[in-house]
């Protein structure tokens, strides 16, 4: 709702900025055990802000919610899973078929303010339009936000301000985003109907298709591009990295999501459709392994993308549940915190130990490897290219069918040696 802050009195029990999936998951845990929870958002409605993909792996958000699975806004769950590897007007697939409630499509802004009303419907209070400038640090701790020139104080402020964490750097607690560590997704959402979906994907009632493209297609940038239907819309984007799009992009980005829409081989798709949609974001691939800084201090804790914790493997990309569930846990250890006295440091630092045990940390450290496996630019030119070179021999033999290594060799003669794709499959297979 959209309120003046001095109409909800200027003292909580926690603050929570950003009703993103992390802050509002947050708030929501620990309005429900009692506590006075007051999120701030700075946009019109909870979710406005904010850009994806469109795909969410549900378990963490079933933790967290328990009428997830009756009440969330899922438009459809991800039955069918394809990688392409494309090279100009030539693409190898594979497709994975699986029938169950995994992962499914949908709109954050439709996802965030579902969560925003859990957290009024637990009690707690969520406040739109209201950008909070600056974090109130009185003797090295946090004691709440100031907004203008009001303040509101409370025990512990739960930074979820997303991937820019511009009050964070205000506050000198953490040192600015390096573009080497920071993604850039761009996305639109095209308007289809239903049957039209369904029809060119091969989908039935409620079933979804998460596409990714590896390849060209993002213009030689390392990176890839995703393709996620919707009810009635297809979202569409890339995600590159952001130091390379500074650096070397030859257009500007928003050129390279129209290219995927007009490329030769998905342009059918989206000849009648309508653009409802195009976004930029900023994203944090590789954040979290990269800082010095700890995600508590006295009397805050940061989660989400704020706190770098994104997981991109190109074939699985997770921001969302990760960002839910370092909300639930950062309220898990406000709880323990309470328990123990209060918000300081030492007794918040219990938030660092549950992300440790949790599958957040596990995942980020067991593929720390990853983003710097994925700066190998063969993987986006070189090795589409080889593949589908490979594939063209073996399914257009005019007399002579080559046998598989036969048409390998050929294909890689001239563009690279043996020794360095034993090297590049070894740094692939070990870091995925
Ligand atoms: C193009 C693209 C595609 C993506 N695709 C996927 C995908 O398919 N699946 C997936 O799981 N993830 C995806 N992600 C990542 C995902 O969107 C994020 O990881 C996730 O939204 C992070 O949640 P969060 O709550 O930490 O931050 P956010 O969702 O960014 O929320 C932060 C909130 O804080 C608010 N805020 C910021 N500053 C202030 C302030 N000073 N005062 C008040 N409010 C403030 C913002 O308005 C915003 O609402 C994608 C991201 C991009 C850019």
Not at 276 to 293: D, G, K, N, R
Request: proline share 4%; glycine share 10%; hydrophobic share 40%.
């Amino acid at each position: 709702m959209h309120l003046p802050l001095k109409d909800v009195g200027y003292r909580f029990d926690i603050i929570v900025i950003g009703a993103g999936p992390a802050g509002s998951s947050a708030a929501y845990t620990l309005a429900r055990k009692g506590f006075k929870v007051l999120v701030v958002e700075r946009g019109r409605v909870p979710g406005s802000k904010e850009v994806f993909g469109g795909r969410v792996y549900a378990d963490p958000l079933r933790e967290i919610f328990p009428d997830f699975d009756e009440s969330a806004p899922i438009h459809r769950w991800v039955t069918k899973e394809r990688i392409s590897l494309v090279d100009g007007e030539r693409m190898t697939s594979i497709e994975f078929f699986r029938r169950g409630k995994v992962s499914f499509t949908t709109y954050l802004t439709e996802l965030s303010a579902w969560m925003a009303k859990k957290v009024e419907e637990a009690g707690g209070t969520v406040l739109t339009e209201i950008t909070v400038d600056i974090l109130v640090v009185e003797d090295g701790k946090v004691t709440g936000i100031q907004v203008g020139d009001e303040k509101v104080s409370a025990d512990v402020v739960i930074d979820g301000e997303g991937i820019n964490r511009l009050l964070l750097e205000r506050a000198g607690l953490i040192p600015k985003l390096t573009p080497r560590y920071t993604g850039l997704g761009v996305k639109e959402v095209i308007k289809l109907s239903k049957e039209e979906i369904n029809d060119f994907f091969g989908l039935e009632e409620g079933e979804g298709l998460a596409w990714l493209f590896m390849g060209d297609v993002t213009g030689g940038l390392p990176g890839g591009a995703f393709l996620y239907t919707n009810k009635d819309s297809v979202s569409i984007g890339l995600v590159v990295m952001l130091e390379g799009a500074v650096k070397e992009a030859r257009e500007h980005v928003s050129k390279y999501v129209e290219n995927l829409r007009l490329h030769p081989l998905l342009e059918k798709y989206f000849r009648n459709g309508r653009i409802m949609e195009y976004s930029a974001h900023l994203v944090p691939e590789y954040v979290w392994p990269t800082l010095p800084h700890k995600l508590y201090a006295d009397g805050l804790l940061v989660v989400g993308d704020a706190a770098g914790l994104l997981l991109n493997l190109g074939y699985n990309f997770r921001g969302v549940d990760f960002a839910a569930y370092s909300g639930y846990l950062a309220a898990k250890a406000v709880e323990e915190a309470h328990s123990r006295g209060g918000m300081t440091a030492e007794n918040l630092a219990i938030y660092e130990k549950l992300l440790e045990e949790s599958f957040i940390l596990k995942q980020l450290r067991k593929f720390k490897n990853a983003p710097k496996m994925r700066e190998n630019r063969r993987l986006y030119s070189l090795y589409p290219a080889l593949v589908n070179e490979v594939a063209s021999q073996l399914f257009h033999a005019k007399f002579e069918t080559p046998k598989l290594m036969e048409a390998f060799g050929k294909a890689k003669e001239g563009k690279i040696g043996w020794f360095t794709l034993i090297k590049d499959l070894v740094e692939v297979i070990r870091s995925i």
